[in-house]
């Protein structure tokens, strides 16, 4: 990556790195490291930046609404550090442009991948907080946050639950049929129940976001039977 690249970078997100290959190592995929003889690549650092945006995000909706309870701060969280939220935040900075992919693995399509650029501002996130210290990443994070002024929560296996309960009495039951993908990009397929009957189908990321997609498809489903 040249020099003005980063220097670019470092503008768009508003900090500039006292070390530089803190930055380099949150942008390297572990694909680029594998193929170029690269000692570090960004998964550790995606780790820690999932608990920093972890604990600024708790700070941020503990004290924008303090009248919701402990569940409907939970939900908030979790929608807001979801893949699909995080990549839409990386998105908005461009940041697929700057990751360094393997040879094999680097296609436009792959740039705007939503595993890929979830982990790279999770790297991001984490690298800022390595170099800059925890105040230098919360500034970093609640610049996204603050710009998202309603928040809706799309539960939508708690929807489901409660439809389900009220007009069958039964909970549904999710089950993951298939894993697909290579390891830096796993998805999952997750199928929901209602008394044996299959209602919709999800995929991604994760189980849990599988299984959201499914409830969110079960939901379309039984509207449009309705």
Same mark, same amino acid.
């Given at each position: 990556?040249?020099?003005? @690249?980063?220097?670019?970078?470092? %503008? ?26 690269? %000692? ?50 990386? /998105? ?15 296609? /436009? ?29 919360? %500034? ?34 999710? %089950? ?32 849990? @976001? ?5 409830? /969110? /498809? ?9």
């Amino acid at each position: 990556m040249k020099n003005r @690249e980063i220097e670019k970078l470092q %503008k768009v997100i508003e900090y500039t790195f006292n070390n530089l290959e803190v930055l380099i190592t949150a942008l390297t995929h572990k694909s680029h490291a594998a193929g170029s003889g690269f %000692k570090n690549y960004n998964e550790r650092m995606e780790f820690l930046g999932d608990s920093i945006l972890s604990a600024v995000v708790a700070d941020a909706l503990y004290k924008r609404y303090p009248e919701e309870t402990e569940g409907k701060l939970s939900q908030l969280k979790s929608q807001i550090v979801s893949a699909q939220n995080l990549s839409s935040w990386a /998105k908005l900075i461009n940041l697929g442009d700057f990751i360094f992919l393997g040879k094999s693995e680097d296609s /436009k399509e792959a740039r705007n991948r939503e595993g890929l650029l979830c982990d790279a501002f999770e790297a991001v996130s984490g690298a800022i907080y390595i170099d800059g210290g925890f105040e230098n990443a919360k %500034k970093f994070v609640l610049k996204f946050l603050d710009g998202q002024k309603e928040i809706e929560i799309t539960d939508y296996k708690s929807r489901l639950q409660e439809s389900s309960q009220s007009d069958c009495k039964e909970l549904p039951k999710y %089950k993951i049929i298939r894993e697909f993908g290579p390891d830096h990009d796993k998805k999952f397929e997750a199928a929901v129940y209602i008394k044996d009957r299959l209602l919709g189908k999800g995929v991604g990321h994760s189980k849990k @976001e599988a299984q959201q997609e499914a409830a /969110k /498809k079960a939901l379309e489903n039984i509207k449009r039977q309705s």
